[in-house]
């Protein structure tokens, strides 16, 4: 037997967006915690420290796409006392930038095929109209119309329903561009206090 009020607890928790923390200028405020360098930087980038590591991104990414379209991001991230804040910062800006503009690239291709669906879709119609006046076979009637929807269909999801998909994240991922990127770097003495404080609270 299910408990029902257990279920419906875990259904409102599931529904909840994520939570978000704002700070005295009411950006949203990502925090990072990253006390070794290969879980800043890909450890595949041998001659810098540019390309950032994926699963940062992807957390990072988790974050902000629960980010009201009002408020700007701040990253936060805190790491070892021999960390480049430079290098941090480009690590993180060059990664959104090169998805910006790979997205911006996947939005001209979204334009095109829905446009191509949309003549296609035309194309057909007009098609069918000539059936109906000249050829009046039911069975080809049936045919043309289902192609026509479908075609027409796929140009209105393409352009109408994908595009606003595609345009929320791009806005997004501007904003991760242009968010600040603040370093606190932490001695390893303290943050070994830190870890083993932690450890006694749990």
Request: glycine fraction near 0%.
């Amino acid at each position: 037997m299910f408990d029902r009020k257990k279920l419906k607890a875990t259904r409102k928790e599931m529904s909840e967006k994520e939570e978000i923390y704002f700070d005295s200028d009411d950006n949203a405020l990502i925090t990072v915690k990253a006390d070794k360098e290969e879980q800043l930087f890909s450890s595949y980038d041998y001659d810098n420290n540019e390309r950032l590591n994926e699963e940062l991104a992807d957390y990072i990414w988790d974050k902000a796409r629960f980010v009201p379209a009002k408020n700007d991001i701040r990253i936060k991230v805190y790491a070892s006392e021999k960390a480049n804040k430079v290098e941090i910062e480009n690590a993180i800006h060059n990664k959104f930038k090169k998805e910006y503009l790979e997205l911006k690239e996947e939005k001209k291709r979204n334009a095109l095929f829905s446009l191509a669906m949309l003549i296609t879709g035309l194309l057909f119609l007009g098609v069918l109209y000539l059936s109906y006046l000249y050829f009046r076979n039911e069975f080809l009637d049936v045919i043309l119309e289902i192609v026509v929807w479908v075609f027409l269909w796929e140009a209105v999801d393409a352009f109408f329903l994908q595009r606003t998909s595609l345009r929320r994240k791009q806005f997004t991922l501007l904003k991760l561009c242009a968010a600040r990127v603040e370093v606190i770097r932490k001695s390893a003495k303290k943050a070994k206090n830190n870890d083993n404080e932690n450890k006694t609270a749990n």
